[in-house]
């Protein structure tokens, strides 16, 4: 690094914001120097995105105070940020569908803004686009472009408001491999150029890739800043979780046995009546993990949908252990020992005024050992309910309050902890780990195998290629609706996964390798 390196251009000091009682920032001091790109970690609800509301005028902190580039300022807007060349592209876009990418640029631009020739953006945009290898369309639509281009375009249209701290959160959770790299160069070579990014995220490998440097949040406080060249994931992880991480398990192998679910020829639309899923067929035997990469909104959720009777189909059939399942009801499929995570937990599965204990055993009620003739047994259902609440490691003042009183990670692991405890026969779990900390991470990760263990078929659909990696016995990728080829864990190359999330199928991405699998 060159000597700017040294120049600081931000300087939050003391940042308290307080959401209630809770606070998500407590006292946290960050800097930003001039050229480098700095890792922002921590796990879910650490207090990342907090901070860095507070630093884009989003949010007003509780106490303490901002500097930018030197001066004391209180930055009340977004707007305000950006004067001050702050700018952000947060974890959801926020494009407009139905306009151009250059529309969308343009949009919100004070004053002249759309007065602008547009001819001019356009080549603003293009030289952008150059300058740091952000290869975008301005004429498309965004409903026509990847999720990696409209990243981009986000990232165009805060350079193109010339700031100069450009805030990332958690960037990659939406790309290839393959876009997660070409990222990472856009980004080094925007420091090279003289800008300054944070970088949020809480994956280990990839701040160790890109940043130059890194602070590290757990439950709102600063609880580590060091140079990565100095550090090592295994001592990240250490401060960002407060204990060494189990880094790799033993999945052991496990004898698989007859098919359980067979999927054929499925084709289904989405809520918006378009094609989903184009003509889906595979299966999953007893003791087996099939894995389902891909970036989520190719199809994912439609598929959970329609084998759990959720989602009509177009066509096709669902054969669930020897019995066609495909006009069954929900209810029906649940019977047969099905059991579903979707990925959006809080409104699916959940009685919100039933107490934490009820929801627990919510598929249970009638059956023993939870009732005794036409009555609940009140112990058993307690005793059950609370051996889940410390297996799943469920936040919670008491089995006996309402559900509602629980936070949203708490709520999710409810449903997880009453799924996969019931002993089904095919499980399937969308993102099933998606804003969990890590130690309910581990636990939904041993549940999963030991069920595999326990001869039970799992659907293991997943945006986190790591955790796919290593549960999966097989994996496939999910395109616009289509899988992109079936590869055995064994016998995976990262570089070929990648390409098949970005829509190139298996068999037609290299010769070289004859004895790839279909
Ligand atoms: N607007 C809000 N109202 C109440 N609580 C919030 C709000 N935003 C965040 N929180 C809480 O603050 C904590 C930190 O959240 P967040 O900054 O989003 O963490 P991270 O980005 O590190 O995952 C979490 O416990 C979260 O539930
Ligand atoms: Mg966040």
Known sequence: MTADTKLKVLEMKGITKKFGDLSANNNVDFELFRGEIHGLLGENGAGKSTLMNVLYGLYQPTHGDIHVKGKREIIKSPLEAIDLGIGMVHQHFMLTQSHTVTENVLLGLKSKGFFLPFDSAEKKIMDLSKK?????????KIWQISVGEQQRVEIIKALYRDVDILILDEPTSVLSPQEVNSLFATLKSMVKQGLSIIFITHKLDEVMQVSDRITILRDGKVVGNVKTSDTNKEELANMMVGRPLITSFEKGSVEATKNILEIKNVRANNDRNLIALKDISLDIKGGEILGIAGVDGNGQSELAEVLTGLRKMLGGKIILDGKDITKLSTQAIRNLGVAYTPEDRMNIGLILEYSVSENLVLDKFSSSPFSKGLFMNQSEIDKYAKKLVSDFGIRTPSVDVPAKQLSGGNLQKIVLARELSSNPKLIIVHNPTNGLDVGAIEYVHQTLIENRK?????????????????????????????????????????????????????????????????
């Not at 864990?489 to 390798?513: N, P, Q």
């Open 132 to 140: 740091y290898g952000l290869q975008v369309n301005p004429k498309a």
């Open 454 to 518: 326990k001869g039970a078929a799992i659907l293991l659909i997943s945006t986190e290629l790591e955790e796919i990696l290593s549960l999966s016995d097989r994996i496939t990728v999910l395109y616009e609706g289509e899988l992109m080829g079936m590869v055995p864990r064994a016998e995976v190359d990262i570089e070929k996964l990648g390409l098949m999330m970005g829509g190139s199928k298996l068999d037609s991405i290299s010769g070289e390798s004859k004895g790839e699998q279909r």
